[in-house]
């Protein structure tokens, strides 16, 4: 008998039926885009240009909430440089190259706009911990020095060469926008434009993926 009374319900109010359907709570993503970064080399802050490669997946705790994780890798980049130093009482400057790489993990919150849309807008917020590695090779050169000091001369010095690799862990608060954009009934496209601060601006990254939810 309470079999007869569901396939009733079924055919009186097929909409009833429908909603039992359960949406997808997940989806997952391969991202490619550009990034520009502030990074503090010398006295100075730099911004350097990377690639971006990333993957990401989601939990919808609601039609509209999600919380997402993200793997990323930005390839290393040279940025040359001169800057001070000081040898004995001189004063010079030197020609240096600092190579950078980067990976991080980005946990956030989306809040998506929509529902059983095509084009699902979002904004959300969250912090990547950024893994951060700085080769510096400054080969053997000759400078010239300057000094104020009475009695004493400007001249060149030779400046010795110096290699040295250092890595440092970094946790930058963002904020995001974009969209996600359906192609069939699960997968999709997905832009994305993300502000990190640190605390005044210190990334930005844009990307483009392909998802699919599950």
């Not at 004063?91 to 919150?109: D, M, N, W």
């Not at 590695?133 to 400046?159: E, K, N, W």
Request: glycine content about 10%; charged content about 20%; hydrophobic content about 40%.
């Amino acid at each position: 008998m309470r079999l007869i009374l569901v396939i009733l319900a079924c055919v009186v109010c097929p909409g009833w039926s429908e909603a039992q359907v359960a949406l997808p709570r997940h989806d997952a993503v391969i991202s490619i885009g550009w990034a520009g970064s502030e990074v503090g080399l010398t006295d100075y802050d730099r911004w350097r240009a990377s690639l971006f490669l990333g993957g990401s997946t989601g939990h919808y705790w609601t039609d509209h909430l999600k919380t997402e994780i993200e793997a990323g890798w930005h390839n290393a980049a040279d940025s040359e440089t001169y800057e001070e130093l000081v040898i004995g009482s001189l004063r010079t400057s030197a020609r240096s190259t600092y190579r950078i790489g980067e990976v991080r993990l980005a946990v956030g919150q989306v809040y998506q706009f929509g529902r059983n849309s095509w084009v699902h807008p979002y904004v959300g917020a969250g912090a990547d911990v950024i893994r951060r590695s700085v080769a510096l090779d400054r080969p053997a050169q000759t400078g010239f020095a300057y000094t104020t000091q009475p009695g004493q001369t400007s001249r060149d010095v030779a400046i010795p060469a110096l290699r040295t690799d250092t890595t440092s862990t970094l946790v930058r608060p963002f904020i995001k926008t974009g969209a996600k954009m359906y192609a069939s009934e699960r997968l999709f496209v997905l832009t994305d434009l993300k502000v990190g601060f640190a605390p005044d601006l210190d990334h930005v990254l844009w990307k483009i993926g392909v998802g699919v939810d599950f």
